[in-house]
């Protein structure tokens, strides 16, 4: 015995008696299928309707993101599925949104202000269904670096004043070693009036450092005394 199929949807295909594969988009609706059954003795045909449905969705996208305050995040939720798709986020722990971030289309995006874990539930729908589960953006503290002047000048005697400043997640302390008789550090400023009786110029390399909860990083400034 023989059998043939015709007016399959395109993702289905007959091998031997059996009827198989795996519809596509394109097969959404129902088909009206002719299968024919032939043998020495005749033929006979009958007409099977094979109805394809579209798929609801299913989130795919990983459920665990990472950033680092002031890069810039983009995190692409993605689903498996029929489409069009319709996508949601909304903040489970804490009861907002990282700072900075919000949902673009399928895509969470921007550049956060605030470090810290967050909890935010995704969804993605479709004209049939939806799904929906838990995503932890992650949003770590930049690291400090130091971005006052690393070449400074001060008078014997004379009062000075030097802001040390950097970039990085708030808040910060600072430090300074290294630094002339007659100056000190209070906050992020070094302040007084050197006293080194410099008959010429001398130069003190002072080690800078600036911290916060993302770790430390040093430099060192050069600050020239001359007489």
Known sequence: MTFTATGLPSGLKLNG?????????????????????????????RTLLISIEPAPPTISSPL?????????FVYTITASGTQPFTFNAAPISPPTMPPGLAL????????PTTAGSFGIAISATNAVGGDSDTLVITIAAAPPQITSSLAVSALDGTPFTYAITASGSTPMSFSATGLPPGLSLAGNVISGSPNVSATQS??????LNALNQAGSVPDVADLVVSD
């Open 17 to 45: 008696s059996v009827i198989s594969g795996t519809p596509k988009t394109a097969d959404i609706g129902t088909s009206s299928v002719t299968l024919t059954a032939s043998n020495s003795g005749g033929t006979d045909t």
């Open 64 to 72: 665990t993101a990472s950033g680092v305050v002031g890069i810039p």
């Open 104 to 111: 673009n289309g399928a895509n969470i995006e921007g550049t």
């Open 202 to 207: 001398q130069t003190f390399p002072v080690q």
